[in-house]
């Protein structure tokens, strides 16, 4: 039995040391990614070629300074007013000429003018750090804009709202507490250490940075402790966010399926987790105060302790007494405030850190160096031996190769997983093709703009998404810009301007979150009007009716058949019955064209198609 006692006792030890390793490691990590973060933010402060900026940040910089020395300075105007009321002053003749109450006066006026330049130095910094908070967060959401549809499949928009939230937040607090609460705080102290030994003696000095480094060492050592625990309280906080947005996005199908106990489960399961690390962090909070507040108090009565016996010995006057009092009371009252400021700095940085994590993220689909606008003459479509595959270890399409000539009709139908969607995302450029090549009037569309890529193709798709905005607003989107009669006439080709003119507010009526507050067949008119407005060249219809019943998707069968002339239009479809009239079928099974051909051509094959029309027919899904 004694070796494994042995072992054991040698594993204990281990795991220990393991444990402690990995969170020096942790820490060092942080650190260098705390420091990283501070030079990505610097550029926003001090901005290469604005002078405005820089002349505002100088600006705030002398204010503070100013702050500061007249802060500095304060208390001995109050030792002089002290020693002149007790017959000991001695100082320049010029201020004991103003006698106490003169030097009582410029006290008050010393105070207010300390009050005075640090309300200068925020408000000449107050438009810089607004502007770059500003730019930091356009350039963080313009950039979870260009990330690829993968990324965005895999992340949960309720923790990418938290991110930015948080990020900008961290933001703000590290440019007002960095600047001007870590740096004035350390010239103070050096100010008033310096002051301390040419008036007194090196032992008044000793004692009040003795002070400040014990307080700094024990500050800082319990914080990286509550980082750790506030770093888990933001997951947990994360988490619940993510769970309470994925559910009222979800709303209906919460109703559906009688799961509102069962979400509220979920969700206070998370916050049941966030409470425990927020408990945590309370009582971590208060042993962090409790240790600051006997530091400080044991400096102060030190410091105050040799004033004293100085007083006794005749070698120091009673305003001297309350000089050394002013100044403890000056520097302690920050340095209070160190371990707050200084958690919140860590977990500014960690908030920054991780929108800055967010900004490195690249995008999978982006413009190629010198890419040029795609030019559409007629808009020719072309898959050329295209191979594609989500996971590399799944292909999805396997060499598909299909000419759509300019101003022609083809549909691409298939059983479900064939492809066919897919087809659809790569055309857009949600995704690169991984082999062959998609062109467009012969221009690989990896060679040009994403812009003027996404500018020359409308979309329908199967369930059109509105803003939480008025109708107006969502067909409008079609072309930022558009006058209320192009508008209108993009509903009219829908056929949809005469439901929106007959409700009490028409075009300025909202339609609720994703368009809840309308129809199916009503949203889905909305979409095509704001495709229709759009006037794109090639047009893709991504299963465009398949959520609508049969005489819903009947009647705009005719909207989206009139909207496709003159244009070229590819139609993915799952029900046969909306693409009969194509000019050409695909058919598509497991990533590869099987069939190809007109509807009357390809029944008569008796194929793929024939048996899909069939089961169709018969009311099976096809």
């Known amino acids: 039995m004694r070796p ?20 020096t490691a942790q820490d060092a990590a942080e650190r260098q990614r705390g420091l990283r973060t501070i030079r990505r933010v610097l550029p926003y402060v001090w901005p290469e070629g604005e002078a405005w900026a820089r002349r ?7 204010a503070l300074v100013m702050a500061k020395l007249i802060a500095v300075g304060t208390p001995l105007l109050y030792k002089l007013a002290v020693d002149t009321l007790g017959g000991e002053a001695q100082g320049p003749g010029v201020l004991l000429a103003l006698g106490a109450v ?11 003018m300390t009050v005075g330049f640090q309300e200068l130095r925020d408000v000449l910094f107050a438009r810089v750090g607004q502007r770059a908070l500003r730019q930091l967060a356009l350039e963080t959401f313009g950039h979870i804009h260009r990330l690829s549809q993968r990324y965005h499949l895999t992340r949960k928009t309720g923790g990418l709202s938290r991110i930015i939230e948080r990020g900008v937040k961290g933001v703000d607090f590290l440019l007002r507490f960095l600047v001007f609460s870590i740096g004035p705080l350390l010239l103070e102290l050096t ?19 003795g002070t400040v480094a014990l307080y700094v060492i024990f500050t800082f050592r319990v914080t990286e402790w509550r980082v750790r625990i506030r770093r888990e309280m933001n ?31 979920r969700y206070d399961g998370a916050m049941a987790r966030y409470e425990a690390a927020a408990v945590r962090t309370s009582y971590s909070l208060a042993f962090l105060n409790v240790g600051q507040t006997v530091i400080i108090t044991s400096g102060l009565v030190a410091v105050m302790v040799l004033a004293a016996l100085g007083v006794q010995r005749g070698d120091l006057t009673v305003g001297d007494f309350v000089m050394v009092n002013a100044y403890m009371i000056q520097i302690t009252l920050p340095l209070g405030f160190l371990g707050t400021v200084y958690r919140e700095i860590r977990q500014a940085l960690v908030d920054m850190g991780e929108m800055f994590d967010l900004l490195g993220q690249p995008p999978e689909v982006a413009d190629k160096p010198g890419a040029r606008a795609l030019k559409v003459s007629g808009g020719a479509v072309t898959f050329d031996d295209v191979a594609f595959g989500y996971d590399p270890e799944r292909a999805i399409l396997k060499g598909i190769s299909l000419r759509v000539g300019a101003g022609e009709t083809v549909a691409i139908v298939g059983p479900t997983g064939a492809g066919k969607s897919t087809i659809g995302r790569l055309l857009f450029r949600f995704y690169d093709v991984t082999g062959g090549a998609l062109r467009i009037d012969g221009q690989d569309v990896r060679d040009v703009t994403l812009d003027s890529l996404h500018a020359a193709i409308g979309v329908v798709p199967q369930d059109t998404v509105l803003f939480n905005d008025t109708i107006g607003y969502n067909i409008a989107y079609g072309r930022p810009g558009a006058t209320r009669a192009e508008v209108e006439a993009a509903a009219r080709a829908a056929r949809i301007h005469d439901f929106i003119a007959a409700l009490p507010q028409g075009y300025d009526t909202q339609v609720g979150e994703r368009g809840l507050k309308l129809s199916g067949g009503e949203k ?4 095509i009007a704001r495709t229709i407005l759009k006037d794109p060249p090639i047009l893709l219809l991504d299963e465009a009716t398949s959520a609508l019943d049969t005489q819903t998707e009947r009647s705009i069968q005719g909207e989206l058949e009139a909207m496709g002339q003159g244009r070229t239009v590819l139609v993915i479809a799952h029900r046969l019955s909306t693409v009969v009239r194509a000019d050409r079928i695909v058919v598509l099974e497991d990533g590869r064209i099987v069939e190809e ?8 094959r008796g194929g793929k198609y024939a048996a899909m029309w069939m089961r169709q027919g018969q009311g099976a899904d096809g």
Do not use: C, M
């Open 235 to 265: 997951a947990q906080d994360t988490d619940a966010n993510q769970k309470a947005v994925d559910s009222l996005l979800n709303y209906e199908t919460v109703k559906y399926f009688n799961a509102e106990g069962w979400e509220a489960g």
């Open 524 to 527: 889905q008119r909305v979409g």
């Open 597 to 604: 051909g007109h509807h009357d051509a390809l029944l008569a």
């Open 56 to 62: 505002r940040v100088a600006g705030a910089l002398a």
């Open 102 to 112: 003169g030097l009582t006066v410029a006290y008050g006026l010393a105070r207010l």
């Open 4 to 23: 494994l006692s042995d072992a054991g006792r040698r594993t204990a030890p281990a795991q220990v040391a393991a444990a402690e390793a990995a969170a």
């Open 191 to 209: 100010l008033v250490a310096v002051i301390l030994f040419v008036l007194f003696d090196v032992w008044y000095l000793v004692a009040v940075a």
